[in-house]
């Protein structure tokens, strides 16, 4: 399935969330089969009402709704690419999810002590992002010096080759500049022949602001909110706004009670429900289902990409 990293400095939030939606997913383990791989691994279970209404129409002995990966990546630090901290550990599992999704700091709090001394979510974001950049820069490096060396003679071979040096050249200006690989217009062929680098600045990023629970209803009128919104931006982005609290509140409560607090905060929806939304939006993300009396099941696929012939109904 599909695999999402939470990242983020200490102290923002990141394990509150976690938590809160391997909680979430417990919760409704009835629903939804739900497992924890490893303690900072959990599989989520996509709740979907279509689903609900395909499998009683099947009559299905079986529903599987479809499921996103968590990994909690703990331990990024100013000079992670350096190898301080866990760094080196911590963009190795980077390097292995599909997008990151990194928790910023958005809630005042004097007695949570923040890493650099006051929240300021641009340079929070910064911090990150120089780190990833850093790691690529120096891949690349290596990289390129292995092309200028090569001495091929297969055509084939050698047409690739310069495919690649071309898009990472691209991409190495563009890191100079501070951007990231991904905010960078490449041909097809460049991108075939530089994928096999997993570039960690080219995975597709959801900032997820987190707020105080006042703050949920009317996130703009927080204006550490507005300047993730408009770093989001600059670095090709999603974003989501979140109250980690929140969530972890809803967790303890019992489903037919989450309606009711949400309300009571002014929310339509909670916060993992926008933070799927947000991920499917972002990585161009279709479901579709698969039913019959055995099993009715939900499916997670690129869109445009070709579905299976028994497909039902596609449509997120
Ligand atoms: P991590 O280091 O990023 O994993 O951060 P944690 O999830 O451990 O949170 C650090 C501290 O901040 C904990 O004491 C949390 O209870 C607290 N915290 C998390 N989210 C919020 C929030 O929205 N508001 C407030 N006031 N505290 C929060």
Redesign the pocket.
């Known amino acids: 399935s599909l695999r999402a990293g939470i990242v ?12 809160a939606i391997v909680e979430n997913g417990k919760a409704q383990a009835a629903n939804f089969p739900f497992c924890t791989i490893s303690p900072n691994v959990g599989v989520v279970a996509i709740p979907d009402p279509r689903l609900q209404v395909l499998s009683k129409l099947s009559k299905s002995q079986q529903t599987v709704p479809t499921s996103i990966e968590l990994v ?1 990546i ?1 331990g990024l630090v100013k000079g992670a690419s350096k190898g301080e901290g866990l760094g080196n550990q911590f963009l190795s599992n980077i390097r292995e999810v599909d997008s990151i999704l990194q ?1 910023v ?5 004097d ?2 002590v923040h890493v650099n001394g006051k929240v300021d979510p641009r340079s929070d974001i910064d911090v990150i992002n120089l780190e990833l950049i850093f790691s690529d820069l120096e891949q690349i490096e290596k990289r390129l010096d292995k092309l200028n060396k090569s001495k091929t003679k297969d055509t084939q071979v050698k047409v690739k080759e310069q495919a690649e040096k071309s898009g990472l050249e691209k991409i190495q200006q563009a890191l100079m500049e501070g951007k990231p690989a991904r905010s960078v217009d490449l041909a097809e062929h460049e991108k075939e022949a530089i994928k096999h680098l997993y570039l960690l600045t080219m995975k597709p990023v959801i900032y997820v602001a ?4 006042s703050d949920l209803a009317e996130p703009d009128s927080n204006s550490h909110v507005k300047e993730v919104a408009k770093a989001a931006s600059d670095l090709q982005s999603g974003m989501v706004t979140i ?4 969530e ?1 509140e809803l967790a303890e409560l019992p489903l037919e009670e989450r309606v009711e607090y949400l309300k009571s905060l002014g929310v339509a929806e909670s916060g993992l429900g926008n933070l799927v939304k947000a991920t499917y939006n972002l990585l161009g993300l279709r479901t579709y289902f698969t039913t019959g009396d055995k099993e009715t099941k939900a499916w997670t696929i690129l869109s445009g990409f070709l579905l299976p012939h028994n497909y039902l109904y596609c449509n997120i």
């Open positions: 983020g400095l200490p102290n923002v939030g990141k394990s509150t969330l976690f938590n909690d703990a928790v700091r958005c809630f005042e709090d007695d949570i987190n707020v105080t629970e109250s980690a609290q929140v972890a």
